[in-house]
């Protein structure tokens, strides 16, 4: 699925101002919260909608495309065995962009970075607030299920200690985009707990080409 980033901007502006009509996807509880942390959340939404009010109509220009794989079968449950390096194969090419992350996610896409979500996750949402745009469209992740990511913008700072989760300030990304417009940069979003073996192999791009196989 592509999207343009102004058709995400919109939906996330919309859940930042509670207008969908729905708690799952509202940025109510943090509205209402004087905690720290979730005022963290909040400066990095508000920084991101700051930075695309000074830009020029129609922007930010290029797209975001959510492809999913889903794993194969595989008996793992039982393992003893230490879970493995992960291996992401985009398109054709083994090796792997820098601009690939891997981050783990909870199986409802968003977690709980809506209400008291204060995780590793959770920072991820900050420091790529389009990120949030997937639940509108990826809201959950079935068993052995993979959601690829592609096409975002870093836009924060933010770190997370045994206390609290800071806001560091904006980030620059110089994050360079292909030929199609599209931001290179890719994050996998994967429940581990759920559907990771030993060893994964994600393959993404293009959606109708993706093939996902154990190794």
């Known amino acids: 699925l592509k999207v343009t980033r ?7 502006a919309a859940a930042f101002l509670c207008g969908l009509g729905s708690n799952e996807h509202s940025f109510a509880a943090l509205l ?23 830009l020029p109509l129609h922007e930010p220009k290029g797209h975001i495309v959510y492809s999913k794989s889903v794993l194969d079968p595989v008996e793992w449950h039982n393992s003893l065995e230490v879970m493995g390096k992960f ?14 992350q891997l981050q783990p996610s909870h199986k409802d896409v ?52 045994e206390v609290s989760m ?3 300030g904006p980030y620059d990304d110089e994050t360079v985009a292909s030929e199609d417009g599209i931001l290179a940069s890719y994050i996998v979003l994967a429940d581990p707990v759920r559907s990771a ?13 993706a093939v996902s196989q154990l190794t």
Do not use: W
């Open 6 to 12: 102004c058709g995400g901007a919109s939906k996330l």
């Open 32 to 54: 209402c919260s004087q905690q720290p942390y979730q005022i963290t959340k909040l400066k990095s939404y508000i920084r991101y909608f700051e930075v695309l009010s000074d």
């Open 87 to 100: 291996r992401v194969i985009i398109g054709n090419h083994q090796e792997v962009p820098e601009s690939v």
């Open 110 to 161: 968003g977690g709980s970075f809506l209400y008291r979500g204060r995780t590793v996750e959770d920072v991820q949402y900050c420091m790529y607030p389009e990120m949030m745009s997937a639940m509108f469209s990826c809201y959950k992740l079935d068993p052995r299920e993979a959601v690829v990511l592609e096409g975002l913008q870093r836009y924060n700072t933010v770190t997370l200690n």
């Open 166 to 168: 800071e806001y560091g």
């Open 197 to 209: 073996p030993r060893t994964m192999v994600f393959a993404a791009l293009p959606l109708s080409d």
